[in-house]
């Protein structure tokens, strides 16, 4: 009963309008800005960089979102007048056992099969280590990331999830809703300048991958686990010039992109087989009502709850 949180805060339609339309809005100016802009996002970000340096380029592109963590934790406790565990999780306090687990699965997932890819595709790989400059990028990432990551999940899959759920008083609209609004995000992005829109197809397939792992789990952790170490063993692993994250990482990708049939591998295959894992170690049952079933009214809700705390 994730979805249901919701009624444990003062609920109003304006209240969970302001934040992600006024998102929406400023991600819609600023990919207006860049396909209108006469210089590739690529060649700007380039010369920010020689000007900046990677580092400080980097903390200017986590900041904002950065503070955007700290406006929905802080609208939720002061305008909807709930509190960040219900915000997280159907669970009686958060789980970070399995925020850890998520992490640390796809984290190594990750680094295996970015060593796999180097051990047979060398040339598509330089060794781009540097201690110096990597401590600094460590310490940044570190610090900034997961509350970037975070951010995106507690906007998306929290306070949309269940504003949108609370209202449409079903599970499907708000996970496809979150879902494309999650991959229409990313489409500033210089990924999708070099690649095309075909790479959406990934962006909008994470978006229901998280999505899935939420309404399932009933609460955020595992997709705050998974989101903070996609992002951070990128940045700190591999990078290239022509993606969000240009970093100090240990490798660089020197390839040249091409959008082929291997944007469709995490969404049809590895992402599958990630929710099958997950649903075998945490036991989930009825897919079916979880992911397209009703969202109790806040009646319905109160009576079980209460129920639940007669029996306790």
């Known amino acids: ?21 006024g998102f929406i809005v400023f991600m819609i100016i600023n990919y207006i800005a860049t396909i209108n802009s006469p210089v590739s996002v690529e060649d700007a970000m380039q010369q920010i960089i020689d000007q900046l340096g990677t580092n400080l380029v980097l903390v200017i592109l986590l900041a904002p979102l950065v503070v955007g963590f700290f406006v929905v934790l802080g609208w939720t406790l002061l305008i909807h007048q709930q509190s960040i565990t219900s915000l997280t999780t159907s669970r009686k306090k958060i789980d970070w056992k399995r925020i850890l687990y998520s992490f640390g699965l796809w984290g190594g997932i990750t680094i295996l099969l970015t060593g796999i890819d180097i051990y047979f595709s060398p040339d598509n790989y330089e060794l781009n280590f540097n201690l110096v400059k990597f401590i600094p990028l460590a310490i940044i990432a570190i610090l900034l990331i997961p509350l970037q990551t975070s951010f995106e999940e507690y906007l998306f899959r929290g306070h949309m999830m269940q504003g949108i759920g609370l209202m449409a008083k079903n599970r499907w609209v708000p996970l496809i809703i979150t879902s494309l609004l999650f991959g229409l995000m990313h489409a500033a992005n210089p990924e999708v300048e070099k690649l095309g829109m075909g790479i959406m197809i990934y962006y909008i397939g994470t978006g229901f991958f998280l999505g899935i792992l939420t309404l399932m789990d009933e609460g955020l952790e595992l997709a705050l686990g ?6 951070l063993i990128t940045a700190l692993l591999v990078t290239s ?20 049939w291997d944007v469709l591998i995490p969404v049809l295959v590895v992402y599958p087989i990630l929710l099958f894992a997950f649903s075998k170690k945490y036991g989930w049952k009825n897919w079916k009502d979880r992911l397209f079933g009703r969202v109790l009214t806040k009646k319905e809700f109160v009576a079980l709850t209460d129920g639940a705390s007669d029996l306790a």
Do not use: C, R
């Open 226 to 231: 998974f989101h903070a170490a996609n992002n």
């Open 241 to 260: 010039d022509w993606t969000a994250f240009q970093t100090d990482s240990i490798f660089k990708d020197v390839s040249e992109p091409v959008l082929g």
């Open 1 to 21: 009963m994730y979805i249901e949180q919701g009624y444990k805060g003062k609920i109003g339609l304006w209240k969970y309008l302001v934040i992600p339309v």
